[in-house]
């Protein structure tokens, strides 16, 4: 039993034609984590 050769329909990526699915936002959205609020403290700014 050999399994060195991908055979076809076990291959478990997308067949050719079909874009991933891509995680990242489409350009032109805002960020969807507001940034983060200065922790509150005296502030050393010299």
Request: proline share 41%; glycine share 8%.
């Amino acid at each position: 039993m050999h399994s060195d050769t991908p055979r076809p329909g076990d291959d478990p990526l997308p067949p050719i034609g079909d874009p991933p699915p891509d995680p990242a936002p489409p350009e032109g959205n805002p960020p969807t984590e507001p940034p983060a609020p200065q922790p509150p403290g005296p502030i050393n700014a010299t």
